[in-house]
C-alpha cells in the first residue's frame, strides 16, 4: 500500500489526490497527445495497459520503476466544497520516483499540466511545490532531480525558478538533469511556501455505473 494512498492536500490552485482506477480514462485520453508523448517522454499505451500501470502503482509492483508517490493534480477551484467527480476536475499529475537503490533520500520529480488551458497560471509549481514538500516531510528526501527534455524551456524555466541547478546533459535522450539539494535553508523556504496547504483524508470516488472494479 502507497503511502498517500488515502492522503489529499489541499492547496490553492490545486488539490492532489491519489491516483486511482476512476481517474485512468480520463488520464489515458491525455497521453493520446503527440505533444504531450513527445513532452512527457512516454509511450502511448491502450486503455487496458493504462489500467495496468494503475494497478502495478497501487500494489507496488516495481518499487524502482513505480513511482513512490503519485497525486492526481485536481483545480481546487471546481472540486472543493462541490459534489463535482474527480474525472471533471483533473488538469494533470505529479510523481515522485525513488531512483536510487542506494540512496532513498533522492526523489525524481515530474510533472505534468495536461490541460492546456491551465498552463502558465501557477499550476505547475504549486503542484511541484507540495510534492515535494510532501516528500521531504513523510519520505525523508534531502535532494530532488528533475529530467527534462532539453527543447522543454517551459519545465527548465519552472524548476529553476524552484531554485534546481543544472547539474547535466544526457546528449543521447537530449536531456537536462536539474536538481535542488534540501538544507535547512531550503528545507524552511519548502515548508514556508506550502504552509497553506491542508491535509485531509481521501474518499475513493465511486465508479460510474457499469465500470468493473478490478
Ligand atoms: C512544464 C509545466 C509543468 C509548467 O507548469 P505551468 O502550470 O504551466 O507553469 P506555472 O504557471 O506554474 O509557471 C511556473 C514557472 O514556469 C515558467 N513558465 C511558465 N510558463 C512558461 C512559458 N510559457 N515559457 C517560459 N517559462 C514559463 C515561469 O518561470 C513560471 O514562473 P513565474 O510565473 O513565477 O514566472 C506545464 O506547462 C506542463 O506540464 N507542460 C506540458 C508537459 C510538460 O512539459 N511536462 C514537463 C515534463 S519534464
Excluded at 497527445?33 to 507496488?60: F, G, H, K, N, V
Aim: glycine share 6%; proline share 4%; with cysteine.
Amino acid at each position: 500500500m502507497k503511502i498517500n494512498q488515502n492522503t489529499v492536500l489541499q492547496g490553492q490552485r490545486v488539490t492532489l489526490v491519489p491516483y486511482t482506477s476512476a481517474h485512468v480514462p480520463r488520464y489515458h485520453e491525455w497521453m493520446r497527445s503527440e505533444e504531450l508523448q513527445r513532452l512527457t517522454a512516454s509511450e502511448p499505451l491502450s486503455l487496458e495497459q493504462e489500467y495496468e500501470m494503475q494497478r502495478s502503482w497501487r500494489d507496488d509492483a516495481d518499487i524502482l520503476f513505480s513511482p513512490e508517490c503519485t497525486f492526481i493534480v485536481l483545480d481546487t477551484a471546481r472540486w472543493a466544497g462541490q459534489e463535482r467527480a474527480d474525472e471533471d476536475c483533473m488538469v494533470g499529475d505529479v510523481n515522485l520516483f525513488l531512483t536510487d537503490a542506494e540512496d532513498p533520500t533522492l526523489g525524481e520529480i515530474e510533472i505534468m499540466i495536461a490541460e492546456p488551458s491551465y498552463r502558465g497560471r501557477g499550476f505547475g509549481k504549486e503542484a511541484t511545490l507540495m510534492m515535494m514538500s510532501y516528500g521531504v516531510r513523510n519520505l525523508g528526501i534531502t535532494k530532488f532531480e528533475a529530467k527534462i527534455g532539453q527543447e522543454n524551456e517551459t519545465s527548465i524555466c519552472m524548476f529553476k525558478k524552484l531554485h534546481f541547478k543544472e547539474v547535466g546533459v544526457n546528449s543521447v535522450f537530449q536531456e537536462v538533469t536539474l536538481r535542488l539539494d534540501v538544507g535547512d535553508q531550503e528545507r524552511q523556504w519548502l515548508l514556508e511556501q506550502t504552509n497553506h496547504v491542508e491535509e485531509k483524508s481521501y474518499v475513493e470516488p465511486k465508479l460510474p455505473a457499469g465500470t468493473l472494479e478490478t
